[in-house]
């Protein structure tokens, strides 16, 4: 039950588009529809922004987009806005385990 | 309004056993999954426990397996998390949200310190 990889940290200026990869092993992503994005402010609690793989909850903009490709999925934000900026996490149930990514740090420049 | 509610953190000796619970209000309690997640300082997000809506089949992490037990009784809306012979490595902030698969509600948390 590693935590799956993803990059430490990605920047981007506003406007620009960013994306933010989820690797983990075949097992991790035994099934693809339970894939999703969390997006964490500080001192704040997570917010669900995409699940299975490319769907968006309510409320959340459609800037933000998910996909997946073999043992990888990828988050990617089109239009950066300043209020992007903040921890994202990918997620994966497996089935007898559930397993998040490291995460990943937005800087909006 | 969807609504979690976390309760039952504070500080606790190492070894020792704290409960933590998490009341949910504005939706269907029993319906729903329940998933607990745990935040060290300054660290990422890790899945600690799971469990079906009726109660019958839970999930555990191996970092807690053995250690920490989830619950609920749908009668009070109320999921729990009984941690036993804790470490200095579960002080972390521990979220309680709505969902196994996809969690799309979240408490505010509730703070764990073991100290030594």
């Known amino acids: 039950q590693s935590a799956l990889t993803q990059p430490r940290s990605v920047s981007g200026s506003p406007g620009q588009s960013v994306t933010i990869s989820c690797t983990g092993t075949s097992s991790d992503f035994a099934d693809y529809n339970y894939v999703s994005w969390y997006q964490q402010h500080p001192d704040k609690a997570p917010k669900l922004i995409i699940f299975s793989v490319n769907k968006r909850p309510s409320g959340v903009p459609d800037r933000f987009s998910g996909s997946n490709s073999g043992n990888a999925a990828s988050l990617t934000i089109s239009g950066l806005q300043p209020e992007d900026e903040g921890d994202y996490y990918c997620?994966?149930?497996?089935?007898?385990?559930?397993?998040f990514g490291g995460g990943t740090k937005l800087t909006v420049l | 309004e969807v609504q979690l509610l976390e309760s039952g953190g504070g500080l606790v000796p190492r070894g020792g056993s704290l409960r933590l619970a998490c009341e949910g209000s504005g939706f269907s309690f029993s319906a729903y999954a329940m998933t607990w997640v745990r935040q060290a300082p300054g660290k990422g997000l890790e899945w600690v426990s799971a469990i079906t809506g009726g109660g019958i089949t839970t999930y555990h992490a191996d970092s807690v397996k053995g250690r920490f037990t989830i619950s609920r009784d749908n009668s009070k809306n109320t999921l729990y998390l009984e941690m036993n012979s804790l470490r200095a490595g579960d002080t972390a902030v521990y979220y309680c949200?709505?969902?196994?698969?996809?969690?799309?509600?979240w408490g505010k948390g509730t703070a764990v310190t073991v100290s030594s």
């Open positions: 997620f994966s149930y497996a089935g007898n385990y559930a397993v």
């Open positions: 949200a709505k969902g196994m698969y996809n969690m799309d509600v």
